[in-house]
């Protein structure tokens, strides 16, 4: 009956509003407003009342408001969403991520935690409840997946009653696609509360039965397209398809991006998202913003690929009458721009309250994160620097080569994270070179071992240093180090460094810390601000600068967490 007046009163209100005889909260004026209904452009004005939209171009001789806000000509679009984010990637915990993500005009984030509640193990609902502490007070809007993969199914049984998941996180290719119980209950548990599975994996990889299974037990979304032949299958299969652009190089979305171009695919099937981006790439080149100008440049119409980061992903989760659109009932997150083919986010808006402006944030949640920081647990006690040799995987007939692996960043297409390669063998030692191009070393080393560790040798081309190492980790699904450098035993002193910590990136060179950068939130995430996390960062990538490296593009330490996710995917960890 409470609710029943609530709402009895809210229709009075608007019709009050409607006809003078009640204020309203704000009137934005003087704007060009996109209609991505009719994919046109109006000038007008928009009256909002209880953080959302009640009236488009309101006769102001009759509306009365408590405050006017003068557009003066910019561009009034929808606020940004993100249709596929994982929390975990950017290393910033939630707070920290609006710092960085808002002033670019996302309003509304689809979000992975798997990874978080993963590292977190026994502890994962608990991390969960921490995590969306408040989470109504972001200055963005958060949408959330309990885990699909990586963690205990007890685990995701629970988050699937919180708030504020909507339905199941991505599946792990090697469970569902052989017959995993505990996947089949998982996408029971989440059919039966009306909620969403976001699909995951290259559809090309799979067999067709399997792509007849995932929309058929009710996957409704594919983030995991790289190239022309994953998007014809994609949409063929009805499947609303992701675009994502912050873990794939430049070449990798501007191939999805020309191909939906020259196949001239309807845009109507697909959404923008990151999957993964880390705080460095949103401050110096944006976020949803940034996508929408590229695919502009690269033809797409630049309506359509507004509407590729707003409506149609409102659209997909069926939240199309709450946001993606400037038009009533909707909740009045605006974002005005002095242009629609390179998005200038000037003034963001979000439930109808100015809360970024030039690219700075005016408002955040002040909400604590430190009770989710756990202390290291050693693993590498007894790790030596032979483990980390290279052994071949093959030699020669004659001992002058031997077939070592060959690893790169991920990012470029899967295809070209690991090859079989041939290298100089000179007295029995491995000769860091391919193609007269000289490498440095990897070791993919696993943490907590019962008898014999697993540790996987190899030449690496992500980053390129002289002397010294540098090593991080991650714990999910299982806990494995990466260490980059020249020389076993340093090496393994960089490996031990990191082991000290519940989660870290080092840099050393003889034996000596030269940056640190803690990651204490079960391992994946800084207890930092923006500030203190990219200085951080830029302090990992000066000491390795020193040590040799030219880095370009994302940050290393981020290139190198990255990682993690193709020697998961290419079983190269335990």
Sequence with gaps: MKQTETHLQKVRAIFDILNGKKEADLLMKNLNILDVHGETVYQGSILIYDKRIVALNPDESLIRVKDVFD?????????????????????????????????????????ECLDLLSAAGENGVQAAKDLFQDYDKLPYRLYAFAPGKKTAASVTKAVLE???????????????????????????????????????????????????????????????????????????????????????????????????????????????????????????????????????????????????????????????????????????????????????????????????????LLKNADIDYSSMCTQGITGLDDLTPEQLDIVPLEVSEDGTQAKVYLFDVYGRGHAKFYQEVWVPLRDGQIVPEYEGEKFSRLSVIQR??????????????????????????????????????????????????????????????????????PLEIYGVMANMSVDELTSSAAAIDAALEDLGNRNEGEPVVNKLLSLFISLHRFRFME
Aim: glycine share 8%.
């Design 71 to 111: 557009g003066k000509g910019l561009y009034a679009i929808p606020g940004l969403i993100d249709a596929h984010l994982h929390f975990e990637s950017q290393l910033a915990h939630p707070t920290a991520l609006a710092e960085a993500m808002v002033p670019c005009g996302t309003t509304t984030i689809f979000a």
């Design 448 to 517: 907590y071992s019962e008898g014999k560790r697993h540790v996987m040798n190899g030449l690496f081309k992500g980053v390129s240093i002289e002397r010294g190492a540098v090593a991080t980790f991650w714990p999910a699904p299982t806990p494995y180090f990466v260490v980059v450098g020249q020389e076993s035993e340093e090496m393994c002193y960089c490996a031990k460094e990191v082991d000290q910590y519940s989660g870290a990136c080092i840099v050393t060179e003889n034996q000596t810390n030269k940056s640190v950068m």
């Design 162 to 360: 919180m708030e504020p998941v909507i339905g199941l996180g991505e599946f792990e290719h090697f469970t569902y696609s052989s017959g995993d119980e505990d996947d089949f209950h998982k996408a029971a548990w989440v059919r039966d509360k009306g909620g969403f599975i976001n699909g995951h994996w290259g559809v090309t990889a799979l067999s067709d039965m399997m792509l007849n299974y995932l929309p058929a037990i009710g996957v409704s979304n594919n983030h995991d397209v790289w190239n022309v032949d994953d998007i014809e299958k994609s949409i063929r299969y009805g499947f609303a398809t992701q675009i994502k652009f912050g873990v794939g190089s430049s070449e990798v979305i501007r191939t999805l991006l020309r191909a939906i171009v020259d196949r001239k695919f309807p845009t109507d099937n697909f959404m923008l998202c990151t999957d993964n981006i880390s705080i460095e790439r949103l401050l110096k080149m944006g976020h949803m913003d940034w996508i929408i100008s590229l695919c502009a440049e690269m033809g797409i119409s630049p309506i359509k690929a507004i509407k590729m980061a707003s409506y149609n992903t409102a659209k997909s989760f069926h939240m199309e009458d709450q946001i993606g659109s400037l038009t009533p009932g909707r909740f009045a997150d605006i974002v005005l721009t002095d242009s629609l083919s390179k998005i200038n986010p000037l003034y963001v808006f979000k439930d109808g309250e100015l809360i970024a402006k030039d690219k700075k």
